[in-house]
């Protein structure tokens, strides 16, 4: 059996877990060493049995703990050559991934102790932006965590996939009608920031399949969003596809500043 959990989602901190008793995995590090060694251990994981551990990009809330991490527990570091020409030169990063580099090609597969990951490129604000497709011991998990707008890759990885962890950030009359200022909400819906409930529930309905089992939002803005309405938004989607929720596929808010509770991934069955 799979474990999955959030360790923590949203511009505070990314970082999430998947493992088993054979291998096990951090995507992302955007939280402090402690913190991440203390929240694993709320589920009884040590970080010392975390294998590897695979980037998105180079905002801070995914990479602020990445170069403390890596240093001091020797963690290899998958991410692309771009992306990790921009680690070389970040301040949370620089000078402290020596020996732990592990370069990846966008749409190529690599594998690390059994499991085979795909990074793909997503439209993001960031130096490169990847989402991951996971096969993890016959358990195929999509990550999309920061993504502008929905690609035909993306739909084509999600579609694949037993497990879905997909970013639905704000609510589009919160986000307008909120404090930020102009720019920052053009930055943010202009196709290279966020995606909104909206534009979430839109991708679920071209990629939902019925081997689906569980859909994982993640990222949720802390001042342009609410779980109950991020929650909403892909309950409808679901429903208008004739999904029975309860029983078909789940849908999960990650919390932003905390452990999320501990998830069991089994292997899907193909219709």
């Not at 703990?65 to 070389?88: C, I, N």
């Not at 965590?145 to 993306?154: A, I, K, P, Q």
Request: glycine share 8%.
């Amino acid at each position: 059996m799979v474990k999955f959990f959030s360790l923590s989602s949203g511009s505070n901190g990314n970082c999430y877990y998947i493992g088993n008793g054979d291998a096990g995995l951090l995507i992302d590090a955007g939280i402090g060493p402690r913190t991440i060694k203390k929240r694993l251990l709320e589920h009884g994981i040590a970080i010392e049995s975390v294998d590897f551990i695979l980037v998105t990009h180079d905002h801070i809330d995914h990479i602020k703990g990445l170069g403390m991490v890596a240093q001091k527990f020797y963690k290899p570091v998958y991410a692309t050559e771009k992306l990790h020409a921009s680690l070389d030169n970040h301040p949370c990063t620089r000078c402290r991934l020596s020996g732990c580099v592990r370069r990846t090609v966008a749409g190529e597969p690599s594998s690390y102790k059994g499991v085979t990951f795909i990074p793909f490129v997503v439209p993001h604000d960031a130096t490169e932006t990847v989402g991951y497709f996971i096969d993890f011991y016959g358990v195929k998990i999509t990550f999309l965590t920061d993504v502008g707008e929905v690609t035909d890759d993306v739909v084509k990885y999600c579609s694949l996939s037993d497990y879905v962890v997909f970013e639905s950030n704000y609510d589009l009359d919160m986000l307008l009608g909120g404090s930020y200022p102009p720019e920052l909400k053009v930055r943010i819906i202009q196709g290279h920031g966020h995606l909104s409930n909206e534009q979430a529930a839109s991708a679920v309905k071209r990629f939902w399949h019925k081997g689906l089992k569980h859909i994982f939002l993640c990222h949720l803005s802390e001042n342009n969003n609410t779980p109950a309405l991020a929650h909403s938004s892909i309950a409808k989607a679901l429903k208008s596809l004739g999904v029975d929720i309860n029983s078909q596929t789940k849908i999960t808010c990650l919390p932003r500043r905390t452990t999320s509770e501990l998830f069991f991934l089994e292997v899907g069955t193909r219709v």
